[in-house]
């Protein structure tokens, strides 16, 4: 007898836990209580570490990476280390969707024995856990994107991606949790469940790389890569405030990975990295593409890594709202701060009309719907699986077909052609300064708008979610009396927003650069992290 969903989800969550080792399994008498919402500070309250692996695990990518280089550290024990956070974070937060931690260390043992014989590091990523997003193919492994149908369908070849970082040195340990086909924007599916955010657990870590954002946040994974079609690398590393770089289509290889809308390439998928500084991000960001991708993925540039010295006095436009809906309070502060520590640098500040973002969206969502859902449907439906209330959109699409498709696609190149135009009519505009998204983080099931990422996966320009140094202050963060909704997204962000709730929240920024300009947004956001801090 045929397996239902709920069998096929409850065996695999069972077996999930079943893979953790009973030495990272956290004891009972130790664990947190259900009413503890920022479980951050868990690890080093709770005695269940020791100083060695707070001190591993609390430490940047580029201090382990020389730590491992130079023997202070060897590249095992910083695995276990990591093994057995990630293991708490996902006991704590569900941000897992596998793990193979005895794996991890064998590779680790054999880096280090590699670094005994030769005097040499493997590559640049010598010895660096990096955790995975659920859609990086690994041979072996599942990559069930959250569907029931995809469980037990294990893949049979790596993601080129995972290839490269074996060859750099990096070691993978574990993949995180994704939401349903990876187009929901908080991290939940019928298979895993939810994920929550490690600094307040009523509220999301975001989506669709929302395990990733949760197990960094939380300290499990030093680098993490995520995905983004719509913001699903910038939205989770807001909502837990971590950096990230959504690069354009062509700089980071994404053959071979598992997607939610298979075939869908009108807008394309791009992936990055997720890390806890932006020093991290760099160093990432230039090993894959030294590893020069485009000879192994035939959709990469062969960009080589470019050395940007950003204008000393930049000229950035700010995007105050983008007409549809409204930042809540503490993004609206974040932004008024930011931009007044800039100009107080000498930087030009400008503003952005949002003529063209609901042009833009509406492109993006008929993007999505465009084969009328059947990419989903398909894959519920071979366990009977049922539709989650945030994909309802898929199930009530209508196919497009072949022309209209081709006329969608005639809209966002003119779309495309208009924006860059406006940029251009801005004489020397280095960057747009933006919210990532209208909040800090919303209660699970209140995540309703894509808006202010969207947009740039239309044009493709790079961008660069931060950290701004403000949090959510319940005092301060209060909605203004003449508050008048710009849509029904904006009524929604302002009927969910509870400055109580948020309050100690992290807020962040995403600085926008053009197409191709990863180099230059990230050096960007070097200049503007030293105005405001």
Same mark, same amino acid.
């Given at each position: 007898?045929?397996?239902?969903?709920?069998?096929?989800?409850?065996?695999?969550?069972?077996?999930?836990?079943? =893979? +953790?080792?009973?030495?990272?399994?956290?004891?009972?008498?130790?664990?947190?209580?259900? =009413?503890?919402?920022?479980?951050?500070?868990?690890?080093? &309250?709770?005695?269940?570490?020791?100083?060695?692996?707070?001190?591993?695990?609390?430490?940047?990518?580029?201090? +382990?990476?020389?730590?491992?280089?130079?023997?202070?550290?060897?590249?095992?024990?910083?695995?276990?280390?990591?093994?057995?956070?990630?293991?708490?974070?996902?006991?704590?937060?569900? /941000? #897992?969707?596998?793990?193979?931690?005895?794996?991890?260390?064998?590779?680790?043992?054999?880096?280090? @024995?590699?670094?005994?014989?030769?005097?040499?590091? #493997?590559?640049?990523?010598?010895?660096?856990?990096?955790?995975?997003?659920?859609?990086?193919?690994?041979?072996? !492994?599942?990559?069930?994107?959250?569907?029931?149908?995809?469980?037990?369908?294990?893949?049979?070849?790596?993601?080129?991606?995972?290839?490269?970082?074996?060859?750099?040195?990096?070691?993978?340990?574990?993949?995180?949790?994704?939401?349903?086909?990876?187009?929901?924007?908080?991290?939940?599916?019928?298979?895993?469940? %939810?994920?929550?955010?490690?600094?307040?657990?009523?509220?999301?870590?975001?989506?669709?790389?929302?395990?990733?954002?949760?197990?960094?946040?939380? $300290?499990?994974?030093?680098?993490?890569?995520?995905? &983004?079609?719509?913001?699903? #690398?910038?939205?989770?590393?807001?909502?837990?405030?971590?950096?990230?770089?959504?690069?354009?289509?062509?700089?980071?290889?994404?053959?071979? /990975?598992?997607?939610?809308?298979?075939?869908? @390439?009108?807008?394309?998928?791009?992936?990055?990295?997720?890390? %806890?500084?932006?020093?991290?991000?760099?160093?990432?960001?230039?090993?894959?593409?030294?590893?020069?991708?485009?000879?192994?993925? *035939?959709?990469?540039?062969?960009?080589?890594? %470019?050395?940007?010295?950003?204008? !000393?006095?930049?000229?950035?436009?700010?995007?105050?709202?983008?007409?549809?809906?409204? *930042?809540? *309070?503490?993004?609206?502060?974040?932004?008024? @701060?930011?931009?007044?520590?800039?100009?107080?640098?000498?930087?030009?500040?400008?503003?952005?009309?949002?003529?063209?973002?609901?042009?833009?969206?509406?492109?993006?969502?008929?993007?999505?719907?465009?084969?009328?859902?059947?990419?989903?449907?398909?894959? #519920?439906?071979?366990?009977?699986?049922?539709?989650?209330?945030?994909?309802?959109?898929?199930?009530?699409?209508?196919?497009?077909?072949?022309?209209?498709?081709?006329?969608?696609?005639?809209?966002?190149?003119?779309?495309?052609?208009?924006?860059?135009?406006?940029?251009?009519?801005?004489?020397?505009?280095?960057?747009?300064?933006?919210?990532?998204? *209208?909040?800090?983080?919303?209660?699970?099931?209140?995540?309703?708008?894509?808006?202010?990422?969207?947009?740039?996966?239309?044009?493709?320009?790079?961008?660069?979610?931060?950290? /701004?140094?403000?949090?959510?202050?319940?005092?301060?963060?209060?909605?203004?009396?003449?508050?008048?909704?710009?849509?029904?997204?904006?009524?929604?962000?302002?009927?969910?927003?509870?400055?109580?709730?948020?309050? $100690?929240?992290?807020?962040?920024?995403?600085?926008?650069?053009?197409?191709?300009?990863?180099?230059?947004?990230?050096?960007?956001?070097?200049?503007?992290?030293?105005?405001?801090?």
């Amino acid at each position: 007898m045929a397996s239902t969903w709920e069998q096929v989800a409850a065996a695999k969550q069972a077996s999930l836990a079943e =893979s +953790i080792p009973s030495a990272f399994r956290i004891p009972h008498h130790r664990c947190p209580p259900e =009413s503890q919402l920022d479980v951050t500070t868990w690890p080093k &309250d709770s005695g269940w570490f020791t100083s060695k692996e707070l001190q591993i695990t609390e430490s940047t990518a580029s201090h +382990i990476l020389q730590s491992i280089a130079s023997k202070a550290w060897s590249a095992e024990e910083v695995t276990v280390a990591f093994c057995k956070r990630a293991a708490a974070a996902h006991q704590l937060t569900n /941000c #897992l969707s596998d793990a193979f931690f005895d794996e991890a260390v064998q590779q680790a043992k054999a880096l280090d @024995e590699h670094l005994e014989r030769t005097g040499q590091v #493997l590559g640049p990523l010598h010895g660096l856990p990096i955790s995975l997003k659920d859609n990086f193919n690994i041979k072996g !492994k599942d990559s069930t994107i959250g569907f029931t149908a995809l469980v037990n369908q294990p893949a049979e070849y790596n993601a080129t991606l995972v290839d490269i970082l074996e060859r750099l040195g990096a070691v993978r340990f574990c993949k995180t949790n994704v939401p349903t086909a990876m187009m929901i924007a908080e991290s939940v599916n019928n298979t895993f469940g %939810r994920t929550v955010n490690p600094l307040n657990r009523k509220l999301t870590s975001g989506g669709s790389s929302g395990g990733e954002s949760a197990l960094i946040a939380f $300290g499990g994974s030093p680098l993490g890569v995520g995905t &983004d079609i719509g913001g699903s #690398l910038r939205i989770p590393a807001a909502c837990v405030g971590i950096f990230t770089l959504r690069p354009s289509a062509g700089r980071f290889p994404t053959q071979r /990975c598992r997607s939610g809308l298979a075939g869908q @390439e009108a807008v394309q998928s791009v992936n990055g990295p997720m890390g %806890r500084t932006l020093e991290d991000i760099i160093l990432y960001s230039k090993s894959i593409v030294d590893a020069q991708p485009w000879k192994m993925d *035939p959709k990469m540039l062969p960009l080589q890594w %470019r050395v940007v010295e950003p204008p !000393k006095k930049l000229k950035l436009a700010v995007l105050w709202n983008d007409g549809i809906c409204l *930042p809540t *309070p503490p993004v609206t502060r974040a932004l008024k @701060e930011t931009a007044e520590k800039l100009k107080e640098a000498g930087h030009d500040i400008v503003e952005w009309d949002p003529k063209l973002h609901q042009t833009a969206l509406d492109v993006l969502a008929r993007m999505f719907v465009a084969d009328g859902g059947k990419t989903v449907e398909a894959l #519920l439906g071979i366990t009977g699986e049922p539709y989650r209330p945030e994909m309802q959109m898929y199930a009530d699409a209508q196919e497009l077909g072949v022309y209209g498709m081709w006329r969608l696609h005639l809209e966002r190149s003119e779309l495309q052609r208009e924006y860059l135009e406006q940029w251009m009519s801005i004489e020397g505009l280095d960057g747009i300064l933006a919210p990532t998204t *209208p909040y800090a983080s919303v209660p699970h099931g209140d995540f309703k708008y894509v808006g202010y990422t969207g947009v740039y996966n239309v044009v493709d320009y790079s961008a660069v979610s931060f950290p /701004c140094g403000v949090s959510v202050d319940k005092a301060l963060d209060q909605h203004s009396s003449d508050y008048k909704a710009q849509s029904t997204f904006c009524e929604a962000a302002h009927n969910s927003y509870d400055a109580g709730l948020l309050h $100690g929240m992290p807020v962040s920024l995403q600085l926008v650069a053009q197409r191709l300009e990863e180099e230059k947004v990230l050096a960007m956001t070097e200049t503007v992290l030293r105005a405001i801090q």
